[in-house]
């Protein structure tokens, strides 16, 4: 087994068991499900990073996934909402935070290249 390879399938093996434990052991999804990836698929391909997310979905988990904005192709299928966080390194107050659709994060994306 490769080293992609094994690591899918512990995340496949920790997703299951989470969903078990959050789901008291029973059929039921759980009552919370709600998972933060900060980066989480930041190395993976778009392949991996598809069947990740729909395994999680499929679990029954709300997901919340912080990647850059080179990943977003990646995950367009399982988001709807985006939140765009944009800074001005010349002011650090100057942060922002633009909610808007996967659709209109993409559109961005290509009117910017």
Known sequence: MS?????ELIVFILGTALRYRLGEGG????????VVLDEGFVKADSDYTGRALRALQELGFQ??????REKA?????????????????????GVR???MTI???LQLDRDAA
């Open 97 to 99: 935070i633009y909610s």
């Open 3 to 7: 080293g992609g390879e094994g690591q």
């Open 27 to 34: 059929q039921t999804p759980p009552a919370y499900g709600c």
């Open 73 to 93: 192709t990646a995950f367009e299928d399982f988001v709807d909402l985006v939140a765009c966080i944009s800074t001005d390194p010349d002011n650090p107050d």
């Open 63 to 68: 997901l919340i996934v912080g990647a850059p």
């Open 103 to 105: 659709q209109e994060a």
